[in-house]
């Protein structure tokens, strides 16, 4: 075990003391470091090597004075001699030094004074010998002290990965594969992270180890690991005396880390190479929680291709947590820390506390929590110390006072690997923070062997009772990251697990994969109201149908929102790195008065926390509330459908230069080609032709022989499909199987649109266009209603229910529309004149304030309008996309768009709207109150009677 940093002091000034004299670099430098060396309580001569010969640039040679390999460069000089010209001198031997073995400090030294040269932060320190001992702690990493800041965006963690996967990848080559090949690299993974962090005593024994005792050809080096392997299971009293010395320097691991025999691996002179390339790495300043997902990906050569694709950042693991617990546990500390009895309550309660990942992984969220608690508990030790009256005192045996450890951490993952890496990886976050306390109290504090483990379990959670991994009663907090799988996406096996899950549960189909997760929790919860659970999950359970579905479920099983950050991009430090669009939902049964909205204004920036009394399932303050899919809008407003569905396997469909050379052969086809709209021919400004024989008649049909064709191939097409009802239309193969073609002017809503575009381009088409399925049509409306709709308040309506395809928005009729709460103001006529304007003014003067509103309303849409009309001419023909794309939307355009939102938030302000709204969330808040208002007098919505069978018509229901 280390010496006690009280002890090394003691040492260093007993070693300024002796060598205060020394001059002469000959005779008694080698002396002189192997005093040094002792200082630290290493006696052990095969540590370092004096006088090294390397190759220098060119032909010439040199000796370094003191070298030990990956770690330290001495280079030592007479009293009073250049240390700038011995540093340059150390700098000449890295040429004829292997990659692995360059230093990570050199030290240039003239007995009188030392200079310390951190190559990795490039830090550089000078003292002179007598003042040794204040600057000992330059030189912990000796001794085994090697606490260091560990940094998430380190390029070791990916480093340290990318050499392990080359292992990975021999060792599979070879032949070694499965679940021995998994535990092997778990088993190296410890040894290569023990040889730095003061676990093997000196520094580097595993190093040496491979390098010393293992033939270059790699041929023994299976055999070696495996009697080192099992030296690491034995205890020091029952090994045998013949054990091979270096072998017995080795600690007693226990843990069950190394009890399971495995197969002898197979090992060349290269996997050997790559052994000790990943030895050569600081394996102190890796991350447990990142590196262990990272290593997880090695295994999967797609994964790896993108390495850290699926590992979660640290920052937005404590976007989770902070809220959950640490933040209150924080706040409790603050207002104990004077008080040693409450003080000492305190550090008790973090004892007790328990948590559980139902879906683990490789633990990240689980040691990121343990880490957070132990840098909590370091300082309840922090502020105890003061209390007592030790402040000051140079060391502390904290053996005793440490309480929190890693067997109150629970998890269940369904993969055996990430199992082990997750249990490995709260064992090395429990090491890195005991050589934290170390540091803090100068006494050297490690719980080798391995008394305690953490309880992950290799199983499937959605099958486990999770009551038999961690009862109720005895957990705290649920947290973690559910697989993000889309309802359309799972494969049978994830079906079938859900499937169970949601039994009772109307229109489950509907649910993401990670919904299960909710639903488990809610039963596991079942009457304890303390209970807190968290979980990141993709925002569609936020949004469109599944709302209903699964928040419709869990607010009556009796839950409540404690606090949720709104959608923001879910992205990591990996290279390529995948960004998904999340939310972050706290929750429970009790109903907590604190409850906070972490609000993004941009989805790739740092929240800001507000304060609600109710947070819903829309994740806004506003009440619980769940929008029904309905047949019909709430208000007095146009009713909307989709547009024409052809089921023609495009036969009817045309570019421009396909119609043109269809008409070439066939010339009377060409006043039956209409122009056809989707959402992308909307938006780009893309042109496509129909060609619309449902109104032709018969006799001048068959005297197109070209149409024929494309009739008789939409016919065979729809008898070849396995579907009844589409084998049915091919009786009446000329028409649509929807037909929506209005005879008036029509308002056209895009599907799909962009979630970068401030605002949903919605526009006017004449009759003589058909639209597509892909866009939803509203015959009958007005510029009034393409004013509401093109407002922010409307779309902040829809950026918050609508369902998403990818991030963009997707625009639905029985969510999204009929569900919209309007102003409550008369309809608007059609007729859209200025005099018919002002015409109806004279008929209102009776609602002066509230015809005023419909006509500012309006104006501002027309001027809109007209604003988008400057920039669509034959000279300038920009596109909706160009027009409302955030970068290059004109500003006269933005403008008119700030003046239709100060008449819509004007019009609003009647049925209870503010002056004006701070963010979108404010806005939907608002529109989820009038909501409640404009339903709560609404009959009960109708079971719409069963479908017959596809029934072709001309206009919208």
Known sequence: MPLSWNEIKSRAMAFSREWGDAADEASQAKPFWIAFFEIFGI?????????????????????????????????????????????????????????????????????????????????????????????????GFIAGYKAQAIKAQDPVNIKAAERMGRLHDALKASGYTGHPLEVLLVRLLFCLFADDTGIFQPAQSFRAFVEERTAADGSDLGARLAQLFQTLNTEEPRRSPALDAQLATFPYINGRLFEEPLPMADFTAAMREALLDACALDWSAISPAIFGSLFQSIMDEKARRNLGAHYTSEENILKLIQPLFLDELRAEFQKVKGNRNRLFDFHKKLRTLTFFDPAC?????????????RELELDVLRASHVLSGAAGQQSVDVHQLIGLNVDQFHGIEIEEFPAQIAQVALWLMDHQMNLRVSEEFGQYFARIPLKTSPHI????ALRLDWNEVLPVERCSFVLGNPPFVGAKFMDDAQRDDTRAVFAGIDNAGLLDFVAAWYVKAAHYLHDANQLRVAFVSTNSIVQGEQVGVLWGWLLAQGIHIHF???????????????????????????????????????????????????????????PDVVLPRRSSPICKVPEIGIGNKPIDDGNYLFTPEERDAFIAREPASEKWFRRWLGSVEFLNGYERWCLWLGDCPPAELRAMPEA????????????????????????????????????????????????????????????????????????????????????????????????????????????????????????????????????????????PSVSRSLLAIEIAAQGVLDARAKFQTVEHPA??????????????????????????DKAYEASGGKKSYKSDAERVAFLFELYQRQTSLLPAERPKPKRAGPKPSRSPR
């Open 43 to 139: 006696t052990d001569k095969r540590v370092a090597t004096f006088e090294l010969n390397v190759r220098k640039l060119g032909t010439a040679h040199g000796f370094v004075d003191l070298f030990w390999p990956g770690m330290l460069l001495v280079e030592h000089k007479s009293r009073g001699k250049d240390l700038d010209l011995a540093f340059q001198q150390a700098l000449d031997y890295f040429p004829g030094l292997p990659e692995r073995d360059l230093p990570q400090i050199i030290i240039v030294c003239d007995f009188a004074r030392f200079r310390v040269h951190r190559l990795y932060t490039g830090e550089t320190v000078e003292f002179a010998l007598k003042d040794l001992h204040k600057h000992i702690r330059q030189f």
């Open 361 to 373: 992984g490789c633990g990240n969220f689980l040691v990121i929590s343990y880490r957070e608690l």
């Open 457 to 460: 379990v290799n199983g499937n």
């Open 564 to 622: 949720a950050h709104r959608t923001f991009s879910w992205s990591n430090e990996a290279r390529g790195k995948a960004a998904v669009h999340c939310v972050i939902i706290g929750f429970g049964l009790e109903d907590r008065p604190d409850k906070l909205i972490y609000e993004y204004d941009d989805i790739r920036g740092e929240p800001h926390a507000v304060a609600a009394a109710n947070i819903n399932p829309y994740l806004v303050d506003a």
């Open 708 to 847: 024929m064709k494309r009739v008789q191939a939409v016919k065979a097409s729809r008898l070849a499909s396995r579907s009844p009802p589409t084998q049915k239309l091919a009786a009446t193969p000329t028409r649509f199987h929807v037909e929506n073609m209005p005879t008036t002017p029509y308002l056209v809503l895009p599907e799909v649109s962009s979630e970068r575009r401030p605002f949903i381009p919605f526009g006017f088409e004449q009759p003589s266009t058909l639209c597509s399925n892909l866009v939803k049509i509203a015959p009958g409306a007005t510029v009034f209603h393409f004013g509401i709709l093109s407002s922010t308040m409307h779309n902040a309506w829809v950026r918050t229910t609508c369902g998403r395809l990818k991030s963009d928005y997707r625009y639905s009729k029985d969510i999204v529309y009929n569900n919209f709460p309007w102003p409550d103001l008369p309809a608007a006529p059609p007729d859209l004149s200025q005099s018919s304007r002002d015409e109806k003014y004279e008929q209102n003067t009776a609602h």
């Open 879 to 904: 596109s909706l996309a160009d027009l409302y794309d955030p970068l290059t939307m004109p500003p006269e355009l933005l403008k008119a768009h700030q003046k239709l939102d100060a008449a819509v």
